[in-house]
């Protein structure tokens, strides 16, 4: 499939003003460009149209071209082989798959590009909302900006290792930014998180899809769990005290229905903390592909009449799965056979239209799925197949999905205290996490655990949320081989800087090995 859809995500968005991106956040007044409407500076009520772009933007994280792509085709759980004449587009899938990018690689300088805008934009608003008097809620919505900026500049630090930074009230854009190393940025993040997470509201306080606290202390989390990596320097007990507040609260729960949470009309969803809002009523843009990307040319259902037949699972990861007690929830679900003829979860085998015909490929060969694919040249039918997303088959606009996207759940954060109480020797506590989440998966609970297996827990349960890169990085297995993808060097752990980013920012140094 040649992927013209990336034409936006290559313009240089390095430091934008422009935030008028439509939103559905719950916050439903205007969007203004402040460049075009300089009333917007002069009336308090306008403030919203200015925390709007900030949350706009997140919809752009989870394209599979750009941030989610990265997470997800880098690893053992995604890739996106080429077939016949498809899928080849320069190479860049086959580069994600073997770790061989370069700093003018797309997918690197769109992750890039989306991740340097939401900072921006957090300052943007920032700096009008600062103009108005001090309230209330202008003072709430300066803070949820302030963890969104946040959020950016740990993506920003987790994939580049280097992070432009300017504070909100520098306006002279003809200096270029400072640059943060990694050891800054995390301590960085540490500082304004501390700071800003008793200012935040809890679930019961704030409208759905806005950041919560729980939103700030689970990225906290993240941050401590993640901090050997970054600077060489373990947290493990600070992670275990942020999980244990996000747990404690009680605001949120470990669903019993794991397929419930992955429909498309799934707002409120009891294990949501963090959430990116979508609505297919609406043109909303970014984020919209989930189903087109992977399904077969001939799976069509509903109003899903283009589908290009792209990225699947690896055999690697197929094969790590424990089936002899977990196939039946995580793995599979049916309840959307009767309207799309799928089931959710991995499409293994012979696939069926809604009436129950048996499908066959273009060549007239049944349509199959099987786990072997061959990266380089792969026949229609190789590669399993994934659908954690439930498409809404009546949809009028079937490349911007309505499913709301998680980017934090109660169910990650089990996980992640479970690994750093392993990590930290309390292996009881962490066997106590790990089956509060398999004794609501219907899996048989664990009467021991090693490390191996909480990082084989995160991939039952958190296949393609955008999580297996970092996983595999802290578990150490991201330079390894796997499904015809050799062995790679440590630099690679680390994305490139783009090379269009280092020649705007003289601040800005190419991470050693490219």
Same mark, same amino acid.
């Given at each position: ?19 008028? /991106?439509?939103? %559905? ?6 969007i ?8 917007l ?14 949350y ?12 989610w ?35 003018? +690689?797309?997918?690197?300088g ?6 340097? @805008? ?7 608003? /920032?700096?009008?909302?600062k ?24 993506? %920003? ?18 200096i ?10 995390? @301590? ?16 019961a ?11 700030a ?15 060489g ?20 729960t ?6 419930? @949470? ?8 009891e294990?949501? /903390?963090?959430?990116f ?20 040319? +001939?799976?069509?259902f509903g ?8 990225? %699947? ?34 499409l293994?085998?012979? @696939? +069926? ?10 060549d ?19 590669g ?7 498409p809404?088959?009546?949809?009028t606009?079937?490349?911007d999905?309505g ?14 205290r479970?690994e750093?109480?392993? !990590? ?10 790990v089956?509060? /989440? ?27 949320e ?7 990085? !802290? ?14 060097p ?13 020649d ?11």
């Amino acid at each position: 499939m040649k992927i013209l859809k990336m034409k936006f995500l290559y313009k240089v968005l390095f430091i934008t003003m422009a935030i008028a /991106i439509a939103s %559905c956040t719950k916050l439903d007044e205007k969007i203004f460009d402040e460049v075009l409407d300089t009333s917007l500076i002069d009336d308090p009520a306008n403030a919203p149209g200015l925390v709007n772009p900030v949350y706009a933007n997140l919809r752009l994280l989870n394209e599979f071209w750009g941030t989610w792509g990265l997470q997800e085709a880098t690893t053992d759980e995604a890739m996106f082989p080429t077939r016949g004449t498809d899928w080849y587009d320069n190479g860049i899938w086959q580069q994600d798959h073997l770790q061989t990018w370069s700093a003018d +690689h797309g997918h690197v300088g769109g992750a890039w590009n989306v991740t340097l @805008q939401g900072i921006s934009r957090a300052n943007t608003g /920032i700096y009008y909302l600062k103009q108005f008097p001090s309230t209330v809620e202008i003072d709430g919505y300066i803070v949820e900006l302030r963890f969104l900026k946040a959020y950016y500049v740990y993506l %920003c630090n987790d994939f580049y290792g280097q992070t432009p930074y300017r504070a909100w009230d520098e306006t002279n854009y003809s200096i270029a930014p400072i640059v943060m190393d990694r050891a800054e940025a995390t @301590q960085w993040l540490i500082t304004e998180l501390t700071e800003i997470i008793p200012l935040m509201k809890t679930k019961a306080q704030i409208p759905y899809g806005r950041a919560s606290k729980a939103a700030a202390q689970t990225l906290l989390a993240k941050i401590y769990l993640n901090k050997e990596v970054y600077v060489g320097t373990a947290a493990w007990n600070d992670a275990i005290g942020q999980c244990d507040a996000v747990i404690n609260s009680g605001d949120y729960t470990i669903t019993s229905d794991y397929w419930s @949470q992955f429909q498309y009309d799934n707002p409120n969803a009891e294990e949501s /903390i963090f959430t990116f809002i979508r609505n297919d009523n609406y043109d909303l843009g970014g984020g919209g592909v989930w189903v087109n990307f992977t399904l077969h040319y +001939h799976q069509t259902f509903g109003n899903y009449t283009s589908l290009w037949n792209g990225g %699947c699972i690896t055999k690697t990861f197929w094969e790590s799965w424990d089936n002899t007690d977990d196939a039946d929830v995580r793995k599979y679900d049916d309840r959307i056979r009767p309207t799309t003829g799928l089931n959710q979860g991995f499409l293994v085998g012979q @696939q +069926h239209s809604i009436d129950g015909t048996a499908l066959e490929t273009r060549d007239g060969s049944p349509l199959v799925f099987v786990a072997e694919v061959n990266l380089a040249s792969a026949g229609e039918a190789e590669g399993i197949r994934c659908i954690k997303y439930a498409p809404n088959p009546q949809t009028t606009r079937q490349f911007d999905a309505g499913n709301d996207f998680y980017a934090f759940r109660i169910s990650d954060v089990y996980l992640m205290r479970a690994e750093a109480k392993f !990590r930290s020797g309390d292996v009881g506590g962490a066997l106590d996490d790990v089956n509060a /989440i398999r004794s609501k998966r219907n899996a048989t609970e664990r009467t021991s655990l090693t490390i191996e297996d909480i990082y084989d827990e995160r991939g039952y349960e958190l296949y393609w949320e955008g999580k297996r890169r970092q996983d595999m990085i !802290r578990f150490g297995h991201f330079t390894d081989a796997f499904s015809e993808k050799p062995a790679t060097p440590a630099h690679v752990r680390i994305f490139p800087i783009p090379q269009s980013a280092l020649d705007v920012n003289p601040n800005l140094v190419q991470n050693p090995g490219y």
